[in-house]
């Protein structure tokens, strides 16, 4: 069973930076697209940014120009580098892995991430 593990986030006030990293218990066979999600309190789970095994990103409109998703698939990591956070980007971040072959879908524990003003 795939596992996803993030870590990297924490309280910052508006205008800093935080790190997330992701990473994944094995190498995933075939096409996926890896990336970041978040959930505020009382919202639904919402996209941030995601990279396909070719490099293509996608990124949240909110978040475009701040954020940068990456990934070093030699050692199974994504990573999300958020910049100039505002205090609306608080939520609960959480790492996904979509793989092409069998359709599945993995998910991480979270990640905590707030913002204060």
């Known amino acids: 069973q795939v596992q996803l593990e993030e870590s990297g986030g924490g309280l910052v006030q508006a205008g800093g930076s935080l790190r997330l990293s992701c990473a994944v218990s094995?190498?995933?066979?075939?096409?996926?697209?890896m990336g970041w999600y978040r959930q505020a309190p009382g919202k639904q789970r919402e996209l941030v940014a995601t990279?396909?095994?070719?490099?293509?990103?996608n990124y949240a409109d909110s978040v475009k120009g701040r954020f940068t998703i990456s990934r070093d698939i030699a050692a199974n990591t994504v990573h999300l580098q958020m910049n100039s956070l505002k205090p609306e980007d608080t939520g609960s971040y959480y790492c996904?892995?979509?793989?092409?072959?069998?359709?599945?879908?993995?998910w991480g524990q979270g990640t905590r991430v707030t913002v204060s003003s």
């Open positions: 094995e190498s995933i066979f075939g096409l996926n697209v």
């Open positions: 990279i396909n095994t070719n490099g293509i990103t």
């Open positions: 996904n892995v979509y793989q092409y072959f069998g359709a599945r879908n993995y």
